[in-house]
């Protein structure tokens, strides 16, 4: 499960996913200097002709050639989820991952829809395929989000069939979660779903969906909330505190003097009726948000490509600030960093399994006490230096991990 929502506000869209992937798979925050092009680029299950790559930030899967999500030096985003359909992933063959698709669309894409147009080409040309989530043995197809400054698209796909829409500015924003959304609205499709008319009816009608509405509650408001600004900070800070929603009252006051005020974990349940999902996942033993990002990319040159990237769970992690594709502290790519965040999460849901009414909350206040007042430091100094020249920035930005591994010690992470 995952979910993808941005916003448009008048200077910029704003991009935000979270990855909910096996409990226990660690996520690295990689950047990715240029690729010139070369007769072979070998991803998680083919071998293709390498078209070049522009520069990419992303989160991935330590297994997986492929990416989570994602921004480019194009000021591109992109992210996937995973959609039940009527076609059968196990009895494809080996061909692209959601995962691999995303990450050729950052590569190669310098717009939303270019980025499009990258995944639908590969689609059309070599398919979906092969095991995306290892510790299930599961293969998936997916939809995408593509945003940039101007515009997003939504593709939907199953198999080598798919459909996409262009999102209007006038809808303020757009969000994606584990279900078909399209119709017969979409933009573009294949040729059979063009014959079809009705991209609905490639839904699996036998798939529950409301784990997916459950969150889908939240992320649209969330997307509309912060397309009525044009503070990318303040944005940023709403769009955190979308991601750490617990499927109750809204995780604190974004801007607020307060901090963050942490919410009751969801009950450990799973039923049909989405008990238990919430979009900081805690299904126990079965699924857990492993990392998220949230992205700023503006229409003017002159302001700089920020993002906030996050660790494990959103809460009981830090969003930490970068700047451009190659701002961001080294720790963030070592797995060893992911699994003290990890810790932390399995202190908190033992916490809620010994004390169903309240140990949760309880434990996670006291993490919450040690890093937010990390977070509100860093998002401040690095508010603080927007304006300065990037590569002052960069410094600043990749010598944060000092920092977190002294809150993570006082944790006893």
């Known amino acids: 499960m995952c979910d993808s929502l941005c916003a448009f506000q008048p200077d910029r869209t704003l991009f935000a996913k979270s990855s909910d992937r096996p409990p226990r798979e660690p996520q690295v ?34 297994w997986l050639w492929g990416l989570e999500h994602g921004i480019n030096e194009h000021r591109v985003a992109v992210g996937n989820e995973q959609l039940w359909t009527v076609d059968d992933p196990s009895s494809s063959p080996e061909a692209f991952t959601g995962m691999d698709l995303v990450r050729l ?17 590969l689609i059309d040309r070599h398919g979906q395929g092969g095991v995306g989530d290892r510790d299930a043995g599961k293969a998936y197809y997916s939809s995408f989000l593509f945003a940039d400054p ?15 829409r262009r999102v209007d500015r006038a809808e303020q924003g757009v969000a994606l979660s584990n ?3 399209l119709s017969t609205d979409w933009t573009r ?32 408001p969330g997307a509309r909330s912060v397309a009525a600004g044009n503070d990318a900070s303040a944005g940023a800070r709403e769009l955190a505190a979308v991601l750490r929603d617990h499927g109750g009252e809204r995780w604190g006051r974004p801007g607020g ?28 033993g079965v ?40 701002g961001v502290a080294p720790e963030l790519a070592d797995p060893t960093t992911w699994h003290r965040f990890e810790a932390l999460r399995d202190r908190v849901e033992q916490a809620r399994a010994a004390d169903p009414d309240g140990g949760g909350q309880s434990a996670l ?13 860093l998002w401040g100094e690095a508010d603080a230096l927007v304006a300065s020249a990037p590569d002052v920035q960069r410094r600043w930005a990749v010598g944060l991990g000092p920092r977190l591994t002294a809150a993570l010690d006082q944790l006893g992470a």
Not at 30 to 57: C, F, H, K, M, N
Not at 266 to 281: E, F, K, N, Q, W
Request: negative net charge.
């Open 29 to 62: 925050i990689e950047s990715y200097r240029p690729r010139a092009p070369a007769p072979e680029l070998r991803t998680q299950y083919l071998t293709i002709t390498d078209a070049g790559a522009a520069a990419v930030l992303g989160s991935r899967p330590d």
């Open 105 to 121: 669309a950052l590569e190669r894409g310098r717009s939303a829809e270019e980025a499009l147009d990258v995944v639908t080409g």
């Open 150 to 164: 101007g515009e997003a698209w939504v593709l939907e796909s199953s198999d080598r069939s798919w459909a996409a």
């Open 179 to 181: 279900r078909i959304s």
């Open 189 to 220: 499709a294949s040729a059979d779903v063009v014959e079809a008319g009705d991209f609905d009816r490639w839904r699996r009608a036998s798939s529950p969906t409301a784990h997916a509405d459950k969150r889908l509650s939240v992320t649209g």
């Open 257 to 284: 003097d307060d901090g963050a005020t942490p919410t009751g974990l969801p009950p450990a349940v799973i039923d049909r009726l989405g008990t238990g999902v919430s979009l900081c996942m805690h299904l126990t």
């Open 287 to 326: 699924q857990a948000t492993t990392s998220s990002m949230i992205a700023s990319l503006p229409r003017d040159d002159g302001e700089p490509v920020r993002s906030w990237v996050a660790p494990g769970n959103p809460c009981v992690t830090v969003f930490v600030p970068t700047f451009g594709l190659d």
């Open 365 to 377: 206040a006291a993490v919450r006490a040690v890093l937010d007042p990390v977070e509100a430091e």
